[in-house]
T-cell receptor, first 113, second 116 residues
Framework: EDKVVQSPLSLVVHEGDTVTLNCSYE??????LLWYKQEKKAPTFLFML????IEKKSGRLSSILDKKELFSILNITATQTGDSAIYLC?????????????FGTGTLLAVQP | DAMVIQNPRYQVTQFGKPVTLSCSQT?????MYWYQQKSSQAPKLLFH???????NEADTPDNFQSRRPNTSFCFLDIRSPGLGDAAMYLC???????????????FGPGTRLTVL
């Protein structure tokens, strides 16, 4: 059975801290791994990772994929209260013309002032 | 701005009373998806359309149906909602690729369904 596991389930930090969120997966037909940020609304896209070892960066966020060990990490440096959200990891399974996402249960990040 | 729109944002229905949720997109994407997300759980794919081709997930209950009358619109029909169907329902779209090409899904704001 395809599965995506995220850790920790929740995390409380103070502004300015650096956090690392983990995502491991066991799937057949891996195509890509995606990170989303979900506040009190729909998930918003952060990164798509397809190749091992290539870091994707966007401001204070960065992410990297290890296809040999089957995991990805999402780093957030100098955290701000606006970073408080659920961070979802999803794996896109190869299935032809459409993609099927298997989501992890997410990491709830709370950034305190 | 190109976007995915869901209506209504909040829907209250009674146990057993049919309800329809709406999704529209201005992205001109080929694929539209419906997810169910219960509290503190990951989004779970119910079904998706590639153009007019309907693809149902094996574990999606028969109580859930979908219609896509044209490229822009997709509807989720819940024929007889139960208390366990209370959730956030997310619509997403993607361009649709072939072979090994990756594809990004873009989500609407969701409709939160309450069943009384």
């Amino acid at each position: 059975e395809d599965k995506v596991v995220q850790s920790p389930l929740s995390l409380v930090v103070h502004e300015g801290d650096t956090v690392t969120l983990n995502c491991s997966y066991e799937v057949t037909n891996f195509r890509s791994l995606l990170w989303y940020k979900q506040e009190k609304k729909a998930p918003t896209f952060l990164f798509m990772l397809t190749s091992s070892g290539i870091e994707k960066k966007s401001g204070r966020l960065s992410s990297i994929l290890d296809k040999k060990e089957l995991f990805s990490i999402l780093n957030i440096t100098a955290t701000q209260t606006g970073d408080s959200a659920i961070y979802l990891c999803a794996v896109d399974l190869y299935g032809g013309a459409t993609n099927k996402l298997i989501f992890g249960t997410g990491t709830l990040l709370a950034v305190q002032p | 701005d190109a976007m995915v729109i869901q209506n209504p944002r909040y829907q209250v229905t009674q146990f057993g009373k049919p309800v329809t949720l709406s999704c529209s997109q201005t992205l001109n994407h080929n694929v539209m998806y419906w997810y169910q997300q219960k509290s503190s759980q990951a989004p779970k794919l119910l079904f998706h359309y590639y153009d007019k081709d309907f693809n149902n997930e094996a574990d999606t209950p028969d109580n859930f149906q979908s219609r896509r009358p044209n490229t822009s619109f997709c509807f989720l029909d819940i024929r007889s909602p139960g208390l366990g169907d209370a959730a956030m329902y997310l619509c997403a779209t993607s361009r649709g690729g072939t072979g090994s090409l990756t594809d990004t899904q873009y989500f609407g704001p969701g409709t939160r369904l309450t069943v009384l």
